[in-house]
């Protein structure tokens, strides 16, 4: 198999909040440890929260493993209406995109993840299937997750 390694994964749902709300639980950093079930503890590296070149770094802890640090760089804003990130883990280098559309009802949560590796290695290549398989479970149960959360705090 030849060519770029490129999966996306979206979830989204309806969040009982306004857009504003929602765009500060995502990018201040104590709001995200309040907000986020895997999130134990986060703070702003670099930049404003919400701006462009905004670095978080937060410590996430899923049910039956070990904590990992985690990454977040802001990357691209439309204040309360789209905020891109670069995240960097132990599980890879991805981008999440978030969506937020706002309505009378609350806002609409679309996230997307999305891994690109234009040249990936002989190893990726040939375990492409297994990466892709791997990166669409668990981005669809974080994302699932992380809407959830949302859901349940703003509820």
Do not use: C
Request: charged share 25%.
């Amino acid at each position: 198999m030849s060519g770029p390694l490129d999966v996306s994964v979206e979830r989204e749902g309806m969040v009982p909040a306004s857009a504003k709300d929602v765009w500060h639980a995502l990018t201040e950093p104590e709001l995200r440890v309040e907000v986020f079930t895997m999130v134990t503890q986060a703070v702003t590296e670099a930049g404003l929260p919400g701006e462009v070149g905004h670095v978080m770094q937060f410590t996430e802890k899923d049910a039956g493993s070990e904590p990992v640090v985690v990454r977040l760089t802001t990357t691209a804003v439309d204040p309360y209406r789209k905020l891109v990130q670069q995240r960097q883990g132990p599980d890879g280098e991805f981008t999440s995109t978030t969506f937020l559309d706002e309505s009378e009802d609350g806002t609409l949560v679309r996230r997307v993840f999305h891994v690109y590796n234009a040249e990936p290695s002989v190893a990726e290549r040939a375990m492409r299937k297994a990466i892709t398989t791997f990166f669409t479970l668990g981005g669809t149960v974080r994302l699932k997750a992380d809407i959830g959360d949302l859901v349940r705090h703003f509820g």
